[in-house]
């Protein structure tokens, strides 16, 4: 029984990307984070469970995957398709163009999924990239999530800024930037740092700490924005790391 303990969990990482889909799709915004929530946490029990029961799996991995790219790739994309084709259209009131007003709300929101096509790639790398067993090479899926998910969620709640036009606009047009730089990180050669070891040891794990304690003041003073900047911190700091790795070796 103890070998299906990990699926189960990592199942439960599927079903709440699931949730978390339909609740973006009726527009039930916050329950959008505790679901992702949930799965992040179940995500992170399912392989620390499997190696402390022993019962590791290929078809665990194959699992962990394919329940990832549901709800830290396809969620996400949905998320930025959702800022992209809110209610108050990017070019209205620049242009009355019929053709201009279908093109703006049925094909930019799409630019969305962008960040889901990289999700699936860098899925699949992960999968046979055997680097990856400590660090990570670009960045994972579930930070590119929660960087999304700060940005979704702060457009969503936050009404007074929503309803302000040129916030409105900008956030847009964000939207349809942030796919881009996200794919590129997804699957760049570029060494992320986990959180994984012992974040009190301040020689081994300077940066790790660094990035712990700098996400308390965004995530007090940010509000959900805070969410997005952590992950931004996180690059900073695997950028950092990396540097003075290289002039210690």
């Not at 070998?3 to 079903?15: C, E, G, Q, R």
């Not at 469970?49 to 590791?56: E, G, T």
């Given at each position: 029984m103890k070998?299906?303990?990990?699926?189960?969990?990592?199942?439960?990482?599927?079903?709440c990307g699931s949730c978390g889909i339909v609740a973006c799709l009726q527009h039930q915004y916050l329950l959008i984070p505790i679901f992702i929530g949930v799965a992040l946490l179940a995500d992170f029990l399912d392989g620390?469970?499997?190696?402390?029961?022993?019962?590791?799996s290929d078809l665990g991995a194959q699992l962990d995957s394919l329940a990832d790219m549901v709800t830290f790739g396809v969620l996400p994309g949905i998320m930025l398709f959702s800022i992209i084709n809110a209610k108050s259209d990017l070019l209205q009131g620049i242009?009355?163009?019929?053709?201009?007003?279908?093109?703006?709300?049925?094909?930019?929101?799409?630019?969305?999924?962008?960040?889901?096509?990289?999700?699936?790639?860098?899925?699949?790398?992960?999968?046979?990239?055997?680097?990856?067993?400590?660090?990570?090479?670009?960045?994972?899926?579930?930070?590119?999530?929660?960087f999304i998910l700060g940005f979704y969620m702060q457009y969503f709640t936050d009404w007074n800024l929503r309803d302000n036009w040129d916030f409105s606009i900008y956030a847009k047009i964000a939207a349809m930037i942030?796919?881009?730089i996200?794919?590129?990180?997804?699957?760049?050669?570029?060494?992320?740092?986990?959180?994984?070891?012992?974040?009190?040891?301040?020689?081994?794990?300077?940066?790790?700490?660094?990035?712990?304690?700098?996400?308390?003041?965004?995530?007090?003073f940010l509000k959900w924005l805070g969410l997005s900047t952590v992950i931004l911190s996180y690059i900073i700091f695997a950028f950092l790391h990396n540097i003075f790795e290289k002039k210690s070796v």
């Open positions: 070998k299906h303990i990990p699926n189960s969990l990592t199942l439960l990482n599927l079903f620390f469970v499997a190696r402390l029961l022993k019962v590791k242009s009355s163009s019929e053709t201009t007003d279908v093109f703006t709300q049925n094909q930019l929101p799409l630019l969305g999924f962008i960040y889901t096509l990289f999700a699936c790639l860098r899925l699949a790398k992960f999968n046979i990239d055997t680097r990856q067993t400590v660090d990570f090479i670009g960045l994972n899926t579930p930070s590119g999530a929660i942030v796919p881009f996200l794919a590129f990180l997804l699957v760049a050669e570029f060494r992320m740092f986990s959180l994984k070891g012992n974040p009190f040891s301040w020689k081994q794990n300077k940066f790790r700490v660094l990035l712990l304690l700098s996400a308390i003041p965004q995530l007090i």
